[in-house]
């Protein structure tokens, strides 16, 4: 198995990341002011890693 490249985030915190920017805007904008784009932003991570976790 490849090791993931210096620096680079695990796949643990990259999902920690994820579910805490969700969380986080939930809880502020609730449900309906919440859209994918907006997670991975403030996760920092791409779209696509979104539908892949």
């Known amino acids: ?7 680079a985030a695990t796949s643990a915190e990259t999902t920690g990341k994820i579910l805490d ?3 986080e805007l939930f809880l502020r ?3 309906a002011g919440v859209n994918l784009d907006r997670i991975a932003k403030s996760a920092g991570v791409a779209r696509q ?3 892949n976790r």
């Open 21 to 23: 920017a969700a969380q």
């Open 1 to 7: 198995m490849a090791k993931p490249a210096e620096g």
């Open 29 to 31: 904008d609730g449900y």
């Open 49 to 51: 890693t979104l539908y």
